[in-house]
């Protein structure tokens, strides 16, 4: 059986190691990504002081290795394939492209100079060839960071950190450039809810309380709970420690560290202020009614600064000519079986990751949620088998006849040899290419 999996991040991973692991016979899978390099987020959204997640790519790596699997990269579904051209060339299909763009928030003055996606900024700090490396020059004194979710906490502590720093991680040698030039002095975080609704793990809170570059400060008014936050921090562990965290630092004043960082609660944005660029973000004290829903206080606050960076939230966009749920933005489906705008379930169609359940989750929440579309595939597996036959047409001919050049794992293997070389000569152990010319060049391929 020949499958397609689209997307090489950790859902479509995850799917072809579960595809050679449960099948009981053999399968050959065939993971496409419109990159020149495989592992997605954990490549591109992971931050880089932290390694140990990033190791994960170690285990991904071996996915890619087995015999049964092929790296197929530079291939956009869409542009390069079609979704009817893949569906001749296999027996199933499984879509996996995650989540690629941020949530607005939907506020006066948001698209004003200054005002930026967290998932532009992250993707700009983890060197993915789509962001220009000269997209920022961190001139602002202060920044807000919209979110009090992981992601959140992961641009906060880029901001803080001084750049030597950076230096034993693979971050792009531009971008650590760049953060030594920063004039940021003061961060604020900043959530609609309170302590016990942040998303953030404590692992990553207390991640901020360690840094020698920056103080953390928390008002003791927006720590304090009301009796539905309560509760929640009773019954749940990792509340409670989140919490406990916060309420600590409730009394730390500021030091002579060169950089503060202020988490904020009970606090919505209704507006970014300025002329040609942000000069200040307004917020609205909110609070929880008697349903559990934010609503606004009409007491409000403008806070100085010159930068937000909004991280509320990631969504997945449409395939083309693939059914989309535009409410929900996922792909409509039935444990793993995509579904027509009928409910009926499409013949070799499957879905997996975010694109299948919305942003949910940590990088391992895929391995389970792929193994659920993986079961539903290996069932259809005899139907699949009778519809399309023992060998469907080859891929490699119909890109061949358009002319299409791709990516192969070696490719991709020559890319990260160059990033070794590059640490080397730069005193480091590995830093990441920018540029998709440069990635380009580095496997031998025209740009």
Same mark, same amino acid.
């Given at each position: 059986?020949?499958?397609?999996?689209?997307?090489?991040?950790?859902?479509?991973?995850?799917?072809?190691?579960?595809?050679?692991?449960?099948?009981?016979?053999?399968? &050959?899978?065939?993971?496409?990504?419109?990159?020149?390099?495989?592992?997605?987020?954990?490549?591109?959204?992971?931050?880089?002081? =932290?390694?140990?997640?990033?190791? #994960?790519?170690?285990?991904?790596?071996?996915?890619?290795?087995?015999?049964?699997?092929?790296?197929?990269?530079?291939?956009?579904?869409?542009? !390069?394939?079609?979704?009817?051209? %893949?569906?001749?060339?296999?027996? &199933?299909?499984?879509?996996?492209?995650?989540?690629?763009?941020?949530?607005?928030?939907? #506020?006066?003055?948001?698209?004003?100079?200054?005002?930026? &996606?967290?998932?532009?900024?992250?993707?700009?700090?983890?060197?993915?060839?789509?962001?220009?490396?000269?997209?920022?020059? #961190?001139?602002?004194?202060?920044?807000?960071?919209?979110?009090?979710?992981?992601?959140?906490?992961?641009?906060?502590? #880029?901001?803080?950190?001084?750049?030597?720093?950076?230096?034993?991680?693979?971050?792009?040698?531009?971008?650590?450039?760049?953060?030594?030039?920063?004039?940021?002095?003061?961060? =604020?975080?900043?959530?609609?809810?309170?302590?016990?609704?942040?998303?953030?793990?404590?692992?990553?809170?207390?991640?901020?309380?360690?840094?020698?570059?920056?103080?953390? %400060?928390?008002?003791?008014?927006?720590?304090?709970?009301?009796?539905?936050?309560?509760?929640?921090?009773?019954?749940? +562990?990792?509340?409670?420690?989140?919490?406990?965290?916060?309420?600590?630092?409730?009394?730390?004043?500021?030091?002579?560290?060169?950089?503060?960082?202020?988490? +904020?609660?009970? %606090?919505?944005?209704?507006?970014?202020?300025?002329?040609?660029?942000?000069?200040?973000? @307004?917020?609205?004290?909110?609070?929880?009614?008697?349903?559990?829903?934010?609503?606004?206080?009409?007491?409000?606050?403008?806070?100085?600064?010159?930068?937000?960076? @909004?991280?509320?939230?990631?969504?997945?966009?449409?395939?083309?000519?693939?059914?989309?749920?535009?409410?929900?933005?996922?792909?409509? =489906?039935?444990?793993?079986?995509?579904? !027509?705008?009928?409910?009926?379930?499409?013949?070799?169609?499957?879905?997996?990751?975010?694109?299948?359940?919305?942003?949910?989750?940590?990088?391992?929440?895929?391995?389970?949620?792929?193994?659920?579309?993986?079961?539903?595939?290996?069932?259809?597996?005899?139907?699949?088998?009778?519809?399309?036959?023992?060998?469907?047409?080859?891929?490699?001919?119909?890109?061949?006849? @358009?002319?299409?050049?791709?990516?192969?794992?070696?490719?991709?293997?020559?890319?990260?040899?160059?990033?070794?070389?590059?640490?080397?000569?730069?005193?480091?152990?590995?830093?990441?290419?920018?540029?998709? !010319?440069?990635?380009?060049?580095?496997?031998?391929?025209?740009?």
């Amino acid at each position: 059986m020949r499958v397609a999996v689209i997307g090489s991040g950790p859902a479509g991973l995850y799917t072809a190691e579960a595809l050679i692991k449960q099948s009981e016979g053999p399968v &050959a899978v065939d993971v496409f990504d419109r990159l020149p390099t495989p592992y997605g987020l954990v490549r591109y959204g992971v931050a880089p002081d =932290h390694p140990s997640i990033k190791s #994960i790519a170690n285990y991904l790596q071996r996915v890619l290795e087995s015999p049964s699997v092929r790296f197929l990269g530079c291939i956009e579904f869409g542009r !390069d394939v079609t979704r009817a051209d %893949l569906l001749q060339c296999y027996h &199933a299909v499984v879509y996996a492209t995650g989540a690629m763009t941020d949530r607005r928030m939907g #506020i006066p003055g948001e698209d004003l100079p200054g005002s930026v &996606a967290a998932t532009d900024f992250v993707n700009w700090y983890c060197g993915h060839p789509d962001v220009a490396a000269d997209r920022f020059e #961190i001139d602002a004194e202060a920044v807000a960071v919209i979110g009090v979710g992981n992601v959140a906490v992961d641009v906060v502590r #880029i901001l803080a950190r001084a750049a030597p720093e950076l230096r034993p991680t693979d971050a792009p040698e531009n971008v650590i450039d760049i953060l030594g030039r920063s004039q940021v002095r003061d961060i =604020h975080m900043v959530g609609r809810r309170g302590p016990a609704q942040a998303k953030f793990t404590p692992k990553e809170l207390r991640e901020l309380g360690a840094l020698d570059n920056a103080d953390v %400060l928390v008002r003791p008014d927006e720590v304090e709970l009301d009796e539905a936050s309560a509760a929640l921090t009773e019954k749940n +562990r990792q509340v409670r420690t989140n919490v406990e965290v916060l309420s600590g630092w409730a009394s730390r004043t500021r030091t002579d560290k060169p950089r503060c960082i202020n988490v +904020r609660f009970w %606090l919505r944005p209704a507006e970014i202020l300025g002329t040609d660029r942000v000069e200040a973000l @307004r917020l609205e004290r909110t609070r929880l009614d008697e349903n559990g829903r934010v609503v606004g206080t009409g007491e409000y606050e403008d806070l100085p600064v010159q930068m937000v960076l @909004r991280s509320v939230g990631y969504q997945s966009i449409p395939l083309p000519e693939v059914p989309f749920d535009e409410s929900g933005l996922t792909v409509p =489906h039935e444990a793993g079986r995509v579904l !027509d705008g009928g409910g009926i379930a499409l013949d070799g169609e499957y879905v997996a990751g975010w694109l299948k359940r919305g942003p949910t989750g940590v990088i391992g929440t895929n391995k389970s949620d792929a193994a659920e579309t993986v079961r539903s595939l290996l069932a259809d597996e005899p139907a699949l088998r009778e519809s399309r036959g023992d060998s469907p047409p080859s891929v490699e001919s119909l890109l061949e006849e @358009r002319g299409t050049s791709l990516v192969t794992y070696d490719d991709w293997l020559a890319i990260a040899a160059e990033e070794e070389e590059l640490g080397r000569s730069l005193g480091r152990e590995r830093v990441k290419i920018v540029g998709w !010319d440069r990635l380009l060049t580095a496997c031998r391929r025209p740009s």
